[in-house]
Protein backbone atom coordinates (compact mmCIF):
# COMPACT_ATOMS: atom_id res chain seq x y z
CA UNK A 1 0.00 0.00 0.00
CA UNK A 2 0.82 3.69 -0.81
CA UNK A 3 0.67 6.11 2.36
CA UNK A 4 1.36 9.63 2.98
CA UNK A 5 5.05 9.31 3.15
CA UNK A 6 5.77 7.78 -0.04
CA UNK A 7 3.54 9.68 -2.08
CA UNK A 8 4.56 12.66 -1.03
CA UNK A 9 7.90 11.80 -2.80
CA UNK A 10 6.73 10.65 -5.82
CA UNK A 11 4.46 13.65 -6.44
CA UNK A 12 6.00 16.22 -8.56
CA UNK A 13 7.74 19.15 -6.58
CA UNK A 14 5.07 22.02 -5.20
CA UNK A 15 3.13 19.16 -3.88
CA UNK A 16 5.49 18.07 -1.59
CA UNK A 17 4.14 18.43 1.55
CA UNK A 18 5.85 21.12 3.71
CA UNK A 19 6.32 21.02 7.54
CA UNK A 20 2.80 22.20 9.04
CA UNK A 21 0.94 21.70 5.64
CA UNK A 22 -0.51 18.96 4.34
CA UNK A 23 0.66 18.40 0.11
CA UNK A 24 -2.50 19.89 -0.69
CA UNK A 25 -2.65 22.90 1.27
CA UNK A 26 -2.02 25.63 -1.34
CA UNK A 27 -4.40 24.38 -3.85
CA UNK A 28 -7.20 24.09 -0.98
CA UNK A 29 -6.13 27.59 0.13
CA UNK A 30 -6.54 28.64 -3.92
CA UNK A 31 -10.06 27.42 -4.83
CA UNK A 32 -11.26 28.43 -1.27
CA UNK A 33 -10.16 31.81 -1.82
CA UNK A 34 -11.42 31.67 -5.65
CA UNK A 35 -14.91 30.70 -4.54
CA UNK A 36 -15.29 33.24 -1.90
CA UNK A 37 -14.56 35.77 -4.97
CA UNK A 38 -16.78 34.05 -7.46
CA UNK A 39 -20.00 33.28 -5.04
CA UNK A 40 -20.18 37.32 -4.64
CA UNK A 41 -20.46 37.95 -8.21
CA UNK A 42 -23.69 39.45 -9.88
CA UNK A 43 -25.57 37.17 -11.76
CA UNK A 44 -25.80 39.12 -15.00
CA UNK A 45 -25.32 38.36 -18.71
CA UNK A 46 -25.40 34.73 -19.70
CA UNK A 47 -26.96 33.14 -16.70
CA UNK A 48 -30.40 31.88 -16.95
CA UNK A 49 -32.97 31.01 -14.14
CA UNK A 50 -33.70 27.48 -14.99
CA UNK A 51 -35.55 26.31 -11.89
CA UNK A 52 -37.47 28.02 -8.81
CA UNK A 53 -39.10 26.36 -5.60
CA UNK A 54 -39.65 28.31 -2.44
CA UNK A 55 -36.75 30.15 -2.00
CA UNK A 56 -34.82 27.96 -4.24
CA UNK A 57 -33.38 29.89 -7.28
CA UNK A 58 -31.32 27.47 -9.69
CA UNK A 59 -28.95 29.88 -12.33
CA UNK A 60 -26.99 28.05 -15.14
CA UNK A 61 -24.65 29.06 -17.99
CA UNK A 62 -24.45 27.16 -20.85
CA UNK A 63 -21.02 26.54 -21.60
CA UNK A 64 -19.22 23.91 -23.53
CA UNK A 65 -15.39 22.88 -23.89
CA UNK A 66 -14.34 20.51 -26.84
CA UNK A 67 -17.93 20.17 -27.62
CA UNK A 68 -18.93 18.81 -23.75
CA UNK A 69 -20.92 19.99 -21.38
CA UNK A 70 -19.58 21.99 -18.71
CA UNK A 71 -22.21 24.28 -17.48
CA UNK A 72 -21.53 26.23 -14.40
CA UNK A 73 -23.95 26.48 -11.63
CA UNK A 74 -25.04 28.40 -8.99
CA UNK A 75 -27.98 27.55 -6.58
CA UNK A 76 -29.23 29.68 -4.01
CA UNK A 77 -31.54 28.43 -1.13
CA UNK A 78 -32.33 29.71 2.50
CA UNK A 79 -33.57 27.02 4.78
CA UNK A 80 -35.11 28.04 8.27
CA UNK A 81 -34.39 26.34 11.34
CA UNK A 82 -30.35 25.32 10.42
CA UNK A 83 -27.18 27.23 11.01
CA UNK A 84 -24.56 27.26 7.94
CA UNK A 85 -22.61 25.11 10.20
CA UNK A 86 -25.05 22.36 10.60
CA UNK A 87 -25.66 22.07 6.28
CA UNK A 88 -21.72 22.45 5.87
CA UNK A 89 -20.98 19.28 8.94
CA UNK A 90 -23.66 17.09 7.10
CA UNK A 91 -22.64 18.17 3.72
CA UNK A 92 -18.52 17.59 4.64
CA UNK A 93 -19.13 14.32 6.70
CA UNK A 94 -18.74 11.09 5.07
CA UNK A 95 -20.81 9.23 7.42
CA UNK A 96 -24.11 10.96 6.33
CA UNK A 97 -23.44 10.83 2.60
CA UNK A 98 -25.45 7.52 1.69
CA UNK A 99 -28.49 9.03 3.65
CA UNK A 100 -28.93 12.24 1.13
CA UNK A 101 -26.97 11.02 -1.81
CA UNK A 102 -28.94 9.61 -4.47
CA UNK A 103 -26.77 10.19 -7.18
CA UNK A 104 -24.05 7.36 -5.86
CA UNK A 105 -22.76 3.96 -5.59
CA UNK A 106 -20.55 3.75 -3.35
CA UNK A 107 -18.18 6.83 -1.53
CA UNK A 108 -15.15 6.12 0.47
CA UNK A 109 -12.23 8.43 2.19
CA UNK A 110 -8.78 7.02 0.90
CA UNK A 111 -6.87 9.69 2.89
CA UNK A 112 -7.00 12.54 5.42
CA UNK A 113 -4.58 15.14 4.73
CA UNK A 114 -5.67 16.59 8.00
CA UNK A 115 -8.47 17.35 10.23
CA UNK A 116 -10.27 19.45 8.00
CA UNK A 117 -9.27 17.90 4.47
CA UNK A 118 -10.22 14.10 3.28
CA UNK A 119 -9.81 12.72 0.01
CA UNK A 120 -13.11 11.16 -1.38
CA UNK A 121 -13.53 8.59 -3.80
CA UNK A 122 -16.94 7.98 -5.28
CA UNK A 123 -18.48 5.87 -7.83
CA UNK A 124 -21.66 7.41 -9.29
CA UNK A 125 -24.52 6.00 -10.54
CA UNK A 126 -24.48 4.82 -14.39
CA UNK A 127 -26.76 7.25 -16.48
CA UNK A 128 -27.68 5.06 -19.60
CA UNK A 129 -26.70 4.69 -22.22
CA UNK A 130 -23.47 6.91 -21.46
CA UNK A 131 -20.08 5.15 -19.43
CA UNK A 132 -20.45 5.45 -15.65
CA UNK A 133 -18.86 8.06 -14.06
CA UNK A 134 -16.15 8.13 -10.73
CA UNK A 135 -14.63 11.01 -8.90
CA UNK A 136 -11.97 11.65 -6.96
CA UNK A 137 -11.33 14.89 -4.98
CA UNK A 138 -10.21 16.27 -1.61
CA UNK A 139 -12.72 17.57 0.64
CA UNK A 140 -12.01 20.93 2.90
CA UNK A 141 -14.24 22.33 5.55
CA UNK A 142 -13.81 25.83 7.04
CA UNK A 143 -15.57 28.35 9.30
CA UNK A 144 -14.37 31.80 8.14
CA UNK A 145 -15.58 34.61 11.19
CA UNK A 146 -15.95 38.15 9.28
CA UNK A 147 -16.50 39.96 12.43
CA UNK A 148 -17.26 40.09 16.08
CA UNK A 149 -20.59 40.39 15.91
CA UNK A 150 -21.90 38.30 12.61
CA UNK A 151 -22.16 34.87 12.53
CA UNK A 152 -19.13 32.92 10.62
CA UNK A 153 -19.20 31.49 6.98
CA UNK A 154 -19.03 28.04 6.62
CA UNK A 155 -18.12 26.35 3.61
CA UNK A 156 -17.12 22.76 1.98
CA UNK A 157 -15.09 23.04 -1.14
CA UNK A 158 -14.70 19.43 -3.18
CA UNK A 159 -12.06 19.50 -5.55
CA UNK A 160 -11.14 17.15 -8.55
CA UNK A 161 -7.38 15.80 -7.75
CA UNK A 162 -5.69 12.49 -8.32
CA UNK A 163 -4.84 9.76 -6.06
CA UNK A 164 -2.83 6.84 -6.17
CA UNK A 165 -5.32 4.87 -4.50
CA UNK A 166 -7.82 5.97 -7.13
CA UNK A 167 -6.70 5.03 -10.42
CA UNK A 168 -8.79 5.29 -13.55
CA UNK A 169 -10.11 1.78 -14.87
CA UNK A 170 -12.21 1.91 -17.87
CA UNK A 171 -14.64 2.32 -19.15
CA UNK A 172 -15.04 4.19 -15.73
CA UNK A 173 -14.81 7.74 -16.84
CA UNK A 174 -13.61 10.26 -14.24
CA UNK A 175 -15.41 13.87 -14.37
CA UNK A 176 -14.12 16.57 -13.06
CA UNK A 177 -15.72 18.44 -9.66
CA UNK A 178 -15.23 21.52 -8.64
CA UNK A 179 -18.06 22.26 -5.98
CA UNK A 180 -18.43 24.61 -3.10
CA UNK A 181 -21.07 25.23 -0.33
CA UNK A 182 -20.55 28.64 1.11
CA UNK A 183 -23.27 29.54 4.05
CA UNK A 184 -24.76 31.97 6.43
CA UNK A 185 -26.32 31.95 9.56
CA UNK A 186 -28.51 35.08 9.98
CA UNK A 187 -30.69 34.96 13.33
CA UNK A 188 -34.07 36.80 12.94
CA UNK A 189 -34.98 39.27 15.82
CA UNK A 190 -32.60 37.80 18.26
CA UNK A 191 -33.18 37.56 21.76
CA UNK A 192 -31.20 39.93 24.80
CA UNK A 193 -29.69 36.47 25.95
CA UNK A 194 -27.69 34.23 23.20
CA UNK A 195 -28.59 31.27 25.34
CA UNK A 196 -32.35 31.99 24.26
CA UNK A 197 -32.00 31.70 20.44
CA UNK A 198 -34.49 29.30 19.28
CA UNK A 199 -34.49 26.73 15.80
CA UNK A 200 -37.51 29.48 14.91
CA UNK A 201 -35.40 32.37 15.21
CA UNK A 202 -32.57 31.58 12.69
CA UNK A 203 -32.01 30.82 8.91
CA UNK A 204 -29.30 29.40 6.78
CA UNK A 205 -28.51 31.28 3.84
CA UNK A 206 -26.73 29.01 1.17
CA UNK A 207 -24.95 29.63 -2.26
CA UNK A 208 -24.08 25.93 -3.94
CA UNK A 209 -21.54 26.37 -6.91
CA UNK A 210 -20.83 23.41 -8.97
CA UNK A 211 -18.49 23.25 -12.35
CA UNK A 212 -18.66 19.82 -13.37
CA UNK A 213 -17.09 18.41 -16.69
CA UNK A 214 -18.21 14.95 -17.33
CA UNK A 215 -14.88 13.67 -18.55
CA UNK A 216 -15.47 12.50 -21.85
CA UNK A 217 -18.49 13.46 -24.64
CA UNK A 218 -21.85 13.37 -23.05
CA UNK A 219 -25.18 14.25 -25.72
CA UNK A 220 -25.61 17.35 -24.29
CA UNK A 221 -29.13 17.56 -24.13
CA UNK A 222 -28.72 14.49 -21.64
CA UNK A 223 -26.66 16.25 -19.64
CA UNK A 224 -28.71 19.22 -19.36
CA UNK A 225 -31.55 17.86 -18.92
CA UNK A 226 -30.39 15.19 -16.28
CA UNK A 227 -28.77 18.36 -14.57
CA UNK A 228 -31.92 20.52 -14.29
CA UNK A 229 -33.85 17.30 -12.60
CA UNK A 230 -31.50 16.36 -10.28
CA UNK A 231 -29.29 19.41 -8.65
CA UNK A 232 -32.82 21.05 -7.37
CA UNK A 233 -33.79 17.53 -5.96
CA UNK A 234 -30.45 16.97 -4.55
CA UNK A 235 -30.37 19.99 -2.77
CA UNK A 236 -34.49 19.25 -1.76
CA UNK A 237 -33.59 16.41 -0.37
CA UNK A 238 -30.25 17.15 1.02
CA UNK A 239 -31.96 20.31 3.33
CA UNK A 240 -34.52 18.09 4.35
CA UNK A 241 -32.52 15.76 5.85
CA UNK A 242 -30.22 18.81 7.55
CA UNK A 243 -33.74 19.62 9.21
CA UNK A 244 -34.92 16.02 9.93
CA UNK A 245 -31.42 15.85 12.16
CA UNK A 246 -30.87 18.77 13.76
CA UNK A 247 -34.55 19.13 15.13
CA UNK A 248 -34.34 18.14 18.48
CA UNK A 249 -30.79 18.90 18.78
CA UNK A 250 -29.09 21.63 20.21
CA UNK A 251 -28.23 24.26 18.27
CA UNK A 252 -24.99 23.94 16.23
CA UNK A 253 -23.39 27.40 15.51
O1 LIG B 1 -22.37 18.12 -4.46
C1 LIG B 1 -22.95 17.06 -4.40
N1 LIG B 1 -22.40 15.97 -3.89
C2 LIG B 1 -21.09 15.94 -3.32
C3 LIG B 1 -20.89 14.67 -2.55
O2 LIG B 1 -21.13 13.55 -3.30
C4 LIG B 1 -19.98 16.14 -4.33
C5 LIG B 1 -20.26 15.57 -5.65
C6 LIG B 1 -19.68 16.01 -6.76
C7 LIG B 1 -19.96 15.45 -8.08
C8 LIG B 1 -21.12 16.10 -8.74
C9 LIG B 1 -21.29 15.63 -10.13
C10 LIG B 1 -22.27 14.57 -10.30
C11 LIG B 1 -22.39 14.08 -11.69
C12 LIG B 1 -22.79 12.66 -11.61
C13 LIG B 1 -23.20 12.03 -12.86
C14 LIG B 1 -24.16 10.97 -12.56
C15 LIG B 1 -25.52 11.52 -12.26
C16 LIG B 1 -26.43 10.44 -11.87
C17 LIG B 1 -27.86 10.86 -11.96
C18 LIG B 1 -28.71 9.73 -11.55
C19 LIG B 1 -30.10 9.88 -11.99
O3 LIG B 1 -19.73 17.49 -4.40
C20 LIG B 1 -24.37 16.92 -4.93
C21 LIG B 1 -24.30 16.54 -6.35
C22 LIG B 1 -25.63 16.50 -7.00
C23 LIG B 1 -25.46 15.96 -8.38
C24 LIG B 1 -26.66 16.11 -9.22
C25 LIG B 1 -26.46 15.42 -10.54
C26 LIG B 1 -25.96 16.35 -11.58
C27 LIG B 1 -25.89 15.74 -12.92
C28 LIG B 1 -24.95 16.53 -13.78
C29 LIG B 1 -24.97 16.03 -15.16
C30 LIG B 1 -23.79 15.17 -15.45
C31 LIG B 1 -24.21 14.10 -16.41
C32 LIG B 1 -23.11 13.16 -16.64
C33 LIG B 1 -23.65 11.99 -17.35
C34 LIG B 1 -22.79 10.83 -17.23
Redesign the pocket.
Known amino acids: TINEATFAATSNGENISVKGKHRLANDVERVVQEHLTYVREEMCDGWDLIHEEGKMKVYRREVEENGIVVDPLKIFHSIQGVTGHEICHYFWEYQY?MEW?T??DS?KIIEALDQDTVIFF?M??R?WP?AQ?D?CFWSHIRCISNSEEDQPTWLVV?YTTPHPLAPIKPPQVR?I?N?AMICETIINEPPLNPKDIKRENIQCKLAYV?F?N?GGW?PSAA?RN??KR??PR?LRRFTSYVIEQTRDKPILF
Open positions: RETLTQHKVTRSNLAVAVPVVVAEYF
